[in-house]
Each structure stands twice: as structure tokens, then as C-alpha cells.
């Protein structure tokens, strides 16, 4: 039996469809999450939560008045600059000084994120996020490279750390470029992100990787939640989506 028998015990079933409501809402499962994870295992969990923190950050250092829980930082930390995390003080520190020289500076952010957290995955041998976060950089420097064509434009300065993931994904790309719907490529897209993610998941459901395989699951499904969420039309218009 693995260390997180209990805690696999506890999480609720995710939905089998896209779009489909939780059983509880995000911050639910994910605070359910925190209070059983093991002290040791703290430091990995929290920097994988941070991909939400890039996000609002992106967001609210360009205006937009947009905030998703779920992270580790409050708005109040972000729009203070309090207890950030080393690779959001790196990046801040490279934009002030005009470091980054990139088309969109945020391409940085991730790249230091995904840097920070593929280093800590090392250190704990942690086998799911070595196998799903080179893969997740290659999808995205392939939609790069596919929407580069598309404008007959350079994708290398939209790239980022292109040597980590190098698999063939030529069939997914295929199959998004022959989707018209901006939504529907979305939908694929995701569609293939949960099959990897089961593809990392390994035998054990109660360990680690099986927890933090979850979480990315459980990213996903809410997304799609608030993607069919009704919404207040002048919000969207003036909030910045």
C-alpha cells in the first residue's frame, strides 16, 4: 500500500467528459490536498501549484483584472510583491533591468517556472513530472512552430527550452490543424494532455506521482468548467474576459 492511500481515498472522482462540473469546486479538492500531503513532499506540491500564480500573474502585470484560486500566492501577495517564489523574483528582476529579450516577455516567466519546478522534480525523483513537464514544453513549442508556419513568421523567439521535450508529436498537431474551432482544437488538445497524463501515472495510485497526476487532471476539468460557466457579458467585455 502507498504512502497516500488515505488521501486517494478521500479525492473525488473527476468527471469523465470535458465540461462536466466538479463534485467539489477546485479549491475544495486542492485544500483537501494540502492538509494531507506529508511534510517532505510540501516543497513539490507547492511549486507545481505555482503554475496558477504564473497565470494571474501574466494577467494582472499586464492589467487585466483577472484572479483564479488555487495558487500559492493571494492577489495581495502579487500586487505587493510579497512572499514570491525565487523564479518570480528572477523574472521580475530580468524584466526591470530589460534583460529579456523576447517578442513576449511572459514566455520567460514560464520558462523560469517550468526550470524551477523540473529542478525540484530531479531532486525528488519524481518520476511523473519529469515524464509530463518536457512533454507539456514540447506541445507548446510545437503549437508554436504550427501557428509560425501559419504566419510565415520565426517561432524561435516564442520557443522556450526547446532541447527538454523532443518527442514526435506530428499526429496531434495534424489533427489540430485540421480543426477549425479554436474551441475544438482546445478540447483535443486537453483530450490529449489527460491520455499523457494516465501515460505517467505509473501502477501505484497511491503515491506521489498519483497525486500530482490528479492535480493536473483535476487543472484540466476545472478549466473546461469555467469555460461553460454562464457569464456577465459586460465582465467579459470589460474585465478582461
Known amino acids: 500500500m502507498g504512502a497516500?492511500?488515505?488521501l486517494a481515498c478521500l479525492l473525488p472522482p473527476l468527471p469523465l467528459e470535458l465540461g462536466e462540473r466538479l463534485p467539489l469546486s477546485y479549491i475544495e479538492i486542492i485544500g483537501m490536498i494540502k492538509r494531507n500531503i506529508y511534510t517532505k513532499d510540501e516543497p513539490l506540491l507547492n511549486a507545481y501549484l505555482h503554475s496558477v500564480d504564473v497565470v494571474n500573474w501574466e494577467h494582472i502585470d499586464q492589467?487585466?483584472?483577472?484572479?483564479?484560486?488555487?495558487?500559492?500566492?493571494?492577489?495581495?501577495?502579487?500586487?505587493?510583491?510579497?512572499?514570491?517564489?525565487?523564479?518570480?523574483?528572477?523574472f521580475i528582476d530580468e524584466k526591470e533591468r530589460g534583460a529579456i529579450r523576447r517578442p513576449y516577455v511572459y514566455d520567460?516567466?514560464?520558462?523560469?517556472y517550468y526550470i524551477y519546478v523540473f529542478e525540484l522534480a530531479q531532486k525528488a525523483r519524481c518520476r511523473f513530472l519529469l515524464d509530463f513537464i518536457p512533454w507539456e514544453i514540447n506541445l507548446r513549442n510545437n503549437l508554436v512552430d504550427l501557428r509560425a508556419k501559419v504566419k510565415n513568421t520565426d517561432a524561435?523567439?516564442?520557443?522556450?527550452?526547446r532541447s527538454l521535450g523532443t518527442a514526435d508529436l506530428s499526429s496531434i498537431m495534424t489533427q489540430v490543424k485540421g480543426k477549425e474551432n479554436p474551441l475544438l482544437s482546445e478540447g483535443y488538445l486537453d483530450t490529449e494532455r489527460l491520455k499523457y497524463i494516465s501515460h505517467c501515472l505509473g501502477s501505484n495510485p497511491f503515491t506521489l506521482d498519483a497525486v500530482l497526476a490528479y492535480v493536473s487532471r483535476l487543472a484540466i476539468y476545472s478549466r473546461w468548467e469555467r469555460i461553460n460557466a454562464p457569464y456577465e457579458f459586460y465582465d467579459f467585455l470589460y474585465g478582461g474576459g
Open 4 to 6: 497516500y492511500y488515505f
Open 156 to 161: 524561435e523567439p516564442f520557443t522556450i527550452l
Open 108 to 112: 520567460r516567466l514560464w520558462e523560469l
Open 63 to 90: 492589467g487585466r483584472n483577472i484572479f483564479l484560486e488555487g495558487g500559492m500566492l493571494t492577489r495581495d501577495d502579487i500586487e505587493t510583491r510579497n512572499n514570491l517564489p525565487p523564479f518570480l523574483r528572477d
